[in-house]
């Protein structure tokens, strides 16, 4: 089993106890545009896992995630992402 290449950024927010996530799509040809899915995908991995976050930016592929949830997020991320390319 090969795991996704998904371009997702993590930064720990200074002082809190969370982390900024932000997912950003990437055409493989220059131009082409590519609709950004990680709005939703953040929002079923985090819930398939009972995580603690925020979704509620203006954009939806930016999600704030407690700390002590985010290692189970990315797990839970890749296989959101694993499946959804199947489908």
């Known amino acids: ?13 200074e002082r809190i106890s969370t982390y900024l996530v932000v997912g950003v799509g990437c055409p493989e040809v220059a131009g ?20 603690r976050f925020r979704h509620n930016s203006f954009d939806t592929s930016v999600m704030e995630i407690e ?6 997020f990315i797990e839970s991320l890749h296989v959101t992402m694993d499946h959804a390319g199947r489908a």
């Not at 290449?5 to 720990?12: A, G, H, L, Y």
């Not at 995908?41 to 995580?51: D, P, V």
């Open 1 to 13: 089993h090969t795991r996704a290449n998904i371009p997702v950024s993590f930064r720990k927010a």
């Open 32 to 51: 082409e545009f590519v609709k950004n899915t990680f709005g939703k995908a953040f929002k079923l991995a985090a819930e398939g896992i009972n995580a």
């Open 67 to 72: 700390r002590d949830d985010v290692h189970r």
